[in-house]
């Protein structure tokens, strides 16, 4: 565990900040928690839907990793650009460094190719834009964060009609269903036996929902885990044609397909309340009468001085 003043880096992988007072209001959360911010974003070299050119978002991102100071790496936001950087990214340095890479959504591209390519772990959590950078930030969000983050070990709970009793332990990982699924086949997807996954995504019609789901079952990772959580699937529109076809419905055929049980309730996805998952964290999951705990260990830390 690190006990020194914490360096953060922002860096943008991935979307700009629309409004970039964000930024400001990022450092000034950070910086009262404690926290040397270096912020590696520049709002003047937006590039298209883009935090900066491919070459300079993989700079940020190469520097923040360089920069001896700097024990935390956390993303502008999400959209979309993680993609793009992968063949490109010195992930070995990133490993070596020990710094902790915090993010989701479109991030999730980097916490799979950066475990999958070293097995060092990363976090699924707040980014500096839209939590840390937010008109009102989320008091749980960021608790949450922080309480992770000092560890040694992190608990996560929730609640879900129907969920089935578990008891079983695991390597956590997963995070944006859709960019784990575009990773299917690349070297960039882990290799991970005996996982606990746990997924979310926004504007996927449940149709979707099931088929990626179905794709991951077929491609036969799923009768190699121990089970799944699914945190917030939001944004989507039924339509006439749906016919009774809703997530519900769509849960309840996973339930009986899928080699592997299903529970929901996870904090986790595009809405303002979200817990903290370390990618690649020792995971035991505990269900009971629909309320479960997923306790977390064997992660990185960071302590504030």
């Keep these: ?63 923040a990793i360089a920069d001896p100071d700097v024990q935390v790496i956390v993303a502008l936001r999400g959209a979309y650009g993680m993609t793009r950087l992968l063949d490109k990214i010195d992930y070995q340095a990133l490993a070596a460094s020990g710094k902790i890479v915090v993010g989701f959504s479109d991030v999730t591209a980097l916490h799979m190719a950066l ?20 008109d009102a930030p989320v008091a749980f969000t960021l608790d949450d964060f922080w309480a992770c ?48 996954l746990f997924f979310e995504d926004i504007g996927e019609h449940p149709y979707r929902v099931e088929r990626m789901l179905l794709q991951l079952m077929q491609t036969g990772v799923l009768a190699r885990q121990q089970a799944i959580v699914l945190g917030d699937f939001s944004g989507f529109r039924l339509a006439p044609g ?27 996805g595009h809405g303002p309340r979200r817990v903290t998952i370390p990618f690649g964290a020792q ?15 064997d992660y990185p830390t960071v302590r504030l001085a």
Excluded at 36 to 61: E, I, K
């Design 1 to 63: 565990m690190i006990t020194s003043q914490i360096g953060v880096a922002i860096v943008a992988p991935g979307g700009y900040a629309p409004d970039p007072a964000a930024v400001s209001r990022a450092v000034a959360n950070l910086e009262a928690r404690g926290c040397l911010v270096h912020n590696y974003y520049d709002h003047g070299q937006v590039h298209q839907r883009f935090g900066g050119s491919d070459d300079a978002r993989l700079a940020q991102l190469h520097a």
């Design 115 to 134: 475990y999958a390519t070293t097995g060092a772990i990363s976090y699924c959590g707040p980014m500096a834009a839209g939590d840390f950078g937010a």
């Design 149 to 196: 983050l000092a560890g040694p070990g992190h608990t996560v709970t929730g609640e879900g009609v129907g969920n089935p009793a578990v008891d079983v332990r695991g390597t956590v990982w997963g995070g944006n269903l859709a960019m784990c699924m575009s990773l299917v086949g690349t070297p960039y997807f882990p290799a991970i036996d005996n996982g606990i």
């Design 242 to 268: 749906d016919n009774g076809y809703d997530f519900g419905a769509m849960l309840a055929h996973l339930r009986d397909v899928l080699p592997v049980p299903v529970l929901t309730g996870l904090a986790y």
């Design 283 to 297: 995971g035991h999951l505990v269900c009971d009468s629909g309320c479960f705990t997923l306790s977390l260990s």
